[in-house]
């Protein structure tokens, strides 16, 4: 039954007392739900609530409770049934204010209680806060306003735009009509008016494409009969037909519209018909005309491609005048004043941006100077770079005075750079530039005076060309030689320049062509008069010789060669797409003889030489290089049985067979300068298998070179394992010798023991067990057990090698330590026992580390 809820009157309101002991409570109950969550908490729930009746009971037996009265739902009157103010049955509700989520989530679902908001009832927004959406109505609303006010405003432009057209048509109809023009009348005749006084520019503002054509027509036509009055006049060719057709022509500028426009048509049909006569007159006569064309070399050739005989070279030929090539009798008329205004002012401004670049040159900037000169590179022609920039460089670099070192190094960067970048050509020109001036001062030697410093500038330049890889090092060998030839107090000062900027590196580049250029050199000391010998220039040159001989650096004052090894780094940095600086391989006789006989080096240029004579020269070269080694015929002979088939095989074995000790082959093989180290150690090996017996000087002579460079321990490995997988080819003894070889490497740290990883274990032949058990054990055996033990220790911690070390395990166990294998190896008892002991060691360590 549902009861009618009755107006309750208005609570009294609780004293401060009275809402500190509630809040107490309400404390003490969220405690104790609070800990009955946490620990037996369905005992202590039980526990409050028979203490919490048990109050309440007491409470109950002193104050009895009014009972309200029962309403009977019948008597209930309809207006409050229709207002909602009914009770339900238990009229008696609990507001819940316990406000912890932990001991609400630890609840059971039966405890909890859940509160729920009055329905209709929406949260206030706070006041003073701008609400975002009301910004955005706000902005649309702007926008549109200003939209509608930009419409309006074109609106009336476009207005006022039209009223001041036509009040500028009205007028212009005024003026029109004062000058007593009409648009309606020989409008060809306002055209010509326009172009005589000059306004025919303003024809291409009003004018229509079919108008500007016609007038363009107009134009061409007169010119054309201008040139030709001109030509008649020059000529001195006037007749009456001339006259009479120039007053038809003012008669008929004077006659009306109608007669004008039929003239102006007879006349169009005219003129075609004049033009398509002239165009068939110059087909006819290109018809005519022989086919000719001019091939890459400058030289003409007719349609079969014949080459045409040079007029001019048959005019001198028949005058007895000299013939000049077509190149040079360009730059013939290049160079006269006033040939070409044009080119000349092109020239001047290109030299005047090269200069601007090379004055700012620095090793700071150098990319972006060198960068900026390609540039002009690729939009000028490359003679006339070429020439601009030899022109600079002789300005800034070959003066009488002495140039800085460090400039010099810059600006040969930057021509090794462009030498790379753009083409060899590059590189090619200015060293023959620079060759040609070298000889031209050799030849002019007695007139130069030792204060003239221009010579030891060329000498320079050429010195760090040579440093930054532009041309080989015969080129170089054959100057020097040049200076040895001339020997006088100049040449001394330039040799003596030489040996300070590069001797060492000569020397360390091909050491066998620097010995035979000193000793070329102090022969011509030796030969020269006593007045030079006395020349403290000569005894001075002679010092810094013996030094860079003997490698004491400490000797050259003020020798640096840091700089120029920074450039170095720099230029290959600088380089990009995979290039890199081309050597030049240019002997001094092909840069001398480059006018006459051609440039050989660069794709394209005509060459008049004579292949066979470069074979033979190449060929003498390489027996003068074989030679002067001066290495013994038998030597040679031994080296041929031997299968040295190259000269960097010959040349390591006779060093190492000719050798006083391991330390002296060292030496020798590094003074070659090798840059393959496989060859190295492929000699090596090989000597030491074909001995006899084994010889430890091979091991030593190897060991030297591990531990000198890595990269020949590489190549000891590679070649170890070369003979490996190849030891089915190899005698017993070379397997002996072989074994006795790597033992004493991998004892002394040269090789690993990792280098027998290569041996199929699984599958071991007959001579591959027999290379295994000879090294095993002739490691297990060693005298020293402390380099044994490190041995093995660098594989045990190698965590990649776990199956090559348990093989090495089994090998040990199984092949070593059975009775018939101590038996075929005949050892003694001593050695037997060692051996076990060594094993079981051996055996722990990897199996220790394993684990």
């Known amino acids: 039954m549902v009861k009618i809820k009755k107006k309750e009157p208005m609570k009294k309101r609780l004293t401060r007392k009275e809402q500190r002991k509630q809040k107490q409570e309400v404390k003490k109950t969220h405690k104790r739900l609070y800990h009955a969550g946490k620990t037996n908490g369905t005992q202590r729930v039980v526990a409050a609530e028979a203490a919490a009746a048990a109050a309440q009971s007491s409470k109950g037996g002193r104050k009895k409770k009014k009972k309200k009265a029962k309403v009977n739902p019948e008597e209930i009157p309809l207006e409050q049934m229709l207002s909602g103010e009914v009770d339900e049955d238990d009229d008696e509700s609990i507001a819940s204010d316990f406000s912890d989520a932990e001991v609400d989530a630890l609840l059971p679902a039966s405890h909890k209680v859940t509160t729920y908001e009055p329905l209709g009832k929406q949260p206030k927004a706070q006041r003073g806060a701008i609400q975002r959406q009301d910004e955005v109505e706000v902005r649309k609303r702007e926008l549109r306003q200003q939209k509608e006010l930009q419409g309006k405003a074109r609106k009336q432009r476009v207005k006022q735009l039209k009223v001041d057209n036509e009040e500028e048509d009205r007028e212009i109809a005024k003026l029109e009509k004062k000058l007593k023009l009409n648009k309606s009348k020989d409008k060809n005749r306002l055209v010509r008016k326009m172009f005589n006084d000059g306004l025919d520019y303003l024809l291409d503002f009003c004018l229509d494409d079919d108008e500007e054509k016609q007038k363009w027509e107009e134009k061409q036509e007169r010119k054309r009969q201008m040139r030709e009055q001109q030509e008649k006049e020059e000529a001195g060719m006037w007749s009456d037909d001339e006259e009479e057709e120039e007053e038809d022509e003012d008669e008929a500028r004077d006659m009306p519209e109608d007669d004008s426009e039929e003239s102006g048509e007879s006349g169009m049909e005219d003129s075609a018909e004049e033009h398509s006569e002239e165009e068939d007159e110059d087909q006819s006569e290109e018809e005519s005309k022989p086919k000719i064309k001019e091939d890459i070399y400058g030289r003409k050739r007719d349609a079969e491609g014949n080459i045409l005989p040079d007029p001019n070279e048959q005019e001198a030929t028949a005058t007895g005048q000299k013939y000049i090539p077509p190149h040079q009798r360009a730059l013939l008329a290049a160079a006269s004043a006033g040939s070409n205004e044009k080119q000349a002012e092109l020239l001047a401004r290109l030299l005047k941006h090269c200069k601007g670049l090379l004055n700012r040159l620095s090793e700071a900037n150098l990319h972006k100077i060198a960068a900026g000169i390609e540039a002009l590179y690729m939009k000028n022609s490359r003679y006339n770079m070429n020439e601009t920039l030899t022109k600079l460089l002789q300005e800034a670099l070959l003066g009488p005075t002495r140039t800085q070192e460090r400039m010099v190094q810059e600006h040969m960067v930057l021509l090794a750079y462009l030498h790379a970048q753009i083409g060899s050509e590059i590189g090619a020109h200015f060293l023959q530039t620079f060759v040609?001036?070298?000889?031209?001062?050799?030849?002019?030697?007695?007139?130069?005076?030792?204060?003239?410093?221009?010579?030891?500038?060329?000498?320079?330049?050429?010195?760090?060309?040579?440093?930054?890889?532009?041309?080989?090092?015969?080129?170089?060998?054959?100057?020097?030689?040049?200076?040895?030839?001339?020997?006088?107090?100049?040449?001394?000062?330039?040799?003596?320049?030489?040996?300070?900027?590069?001797?060492?590196?000569?020397?360390?580049?091909?050491?066998?062509?620097?010995?035979?250029?000193?000793?070329?050199?102090?022969?011509?000391?030796?030969?020269?008069?006593?007045?030079?010998?006395?020349?403290?220039?000569?005894?001075?040159?002679?010092?810094?010789?013996?030094?860079?001989?003997?490698?004491?650096?400490?000797?050259?004052?003020?020798?640096?060669?840091?700089?120029a090894e920074n450039l170095r780094k720099r230029l290959k940095a600088m380089l990009k797409n995979d290039r890199y600086v081309v050597t030049l391989n240019i002997t001094l006789e092909d840069l001398l003889r480059a006018d006459k006989v051609g440039k050989w080096w660069i794709v394209g240029s005509a060459w008049t030489g004579n292949l066979n004579e470069m074979g033979a020269a190449s060929k003498q070269k390489g027996n003068q290089s074989q030679s002067s080694a001066g290495f013994a015929d038998q030597l040679l002979e031994l080296a041929k049985k031997q299968q040295m088939n190259t000269a960097e095989r010959r040349n390591i074995f006779c060093i190492i067979m000719s050798a006083a000790d391991y330390v002296d082959a060292f030496e020798k093989i590094l003074h070659l300068a090798l840059k393959d180290q496989r060859a190295v150690a492929y000699v090596i090996i090989h000597c030491a298998l074909n001995e006899r017996r084994a010889n430890p000087y091979y091991a030593h002579l190897a060991l030297k070179f591990c531990q000198y460079n890595r990269k020949y321990q590489l190549a000891f490995q590679f070649a170890a394992w070369?003979?490996?997988?190849?030891?089915?080819?190899?005698?017993?003894?070379?397997?002996?010798?072989?074994?006795?070889?790597?033992?004493?490497?991998?004892?002394?740290?040269?090789?690993?023991?990792?280098?027998?990883?290569?041996?199929?274990?699984?599958?071991?032949?007959?001579?591959?067990?027999?290379?295994?058990?000879?090294?095993?054990?002739?490691?297990?055996?060693?005298?020293?057990?402390?380099?044994?033990?490190?041995?093995?220790?660098?594989?045990?911690?190698?965590?990649?090698?776990?199956?090559?070390?348990?093989?090495?395990?089994?090998?040990?166990?199984?092949?070593?330590?059975?009775?018939?294998?101590?038996?075929?190896?005949?050892?003694?008892?001593?050695?037997?026992?060692?051996l076990q002991q060594r094993v079981d060691q051996l055996d722990k360590l990897l199996a220790y580390v394993d684990l």
């Open 436 to 563: 040609e001036l070298f000889d031209g001062h050799l030849k002019q030697l007695a007139s130069l005076e030792v204060e003239d410093k221009q010579l030891n500038n060329i000498v320079l330049l050429l010195c760090y060309m040579y440093i930054f890889k532009i041309y080989e090092l015969s080129l170089l060998m054959e100057l020097i030689g040049r200076l040895a030839d001339n020997l006088c107090e100049k040449t001394v000062e330039c040799l003596l320049l030489i040996f300070q900027s590069i001797g060492f590196r000569l020397r360390k580049d091909d050491p066998l062509a620097f010995k035979k250029m000193m000793q070329n050199v102090q022969s011509k000391i030796a030969a020269a008069p006593l007045e030079l010998k006395e020349n403290p220039r000569l005894r001075f040159m002679v010092d810094i010789l013996n030094a860079v001989k003997n490698n004491n650096m400490n000797k050259l004052p003020q020798y640096d060669p840091e700089l």
């Open 722 to 834: 070369d003979r490996i997988n190849d030891i089915e080819s190899l005698s017993k003894a070379q397997i002996r010798n072989l074994a006795s070889f790597l033992q004493q490497l991998i004892l002394a740290a040269g090789l690993q023991l990792s280098v027998l990883k290569v041996v199929d274990f699984m599958q071991l032949e007959r001579l591959s067990f027999y290379f295994m058990r000879e090294i095993m054990v002739r490691l297990l055996l060693s005298s020293d057990e402390r380099e044994l033990q490190q041995a093995f220790e660098r594989i045990a911690k190698n965590s990649k090698l776990q199956q090559f070390k348990q093989s090495v395990r089994l090998f040990m166990q199984h092949f070593l330590l059975q009775q018939e294998q101590l038996a075929k190896l005949k050892l003694e008892e001593a050695q037997q026992l060692l």
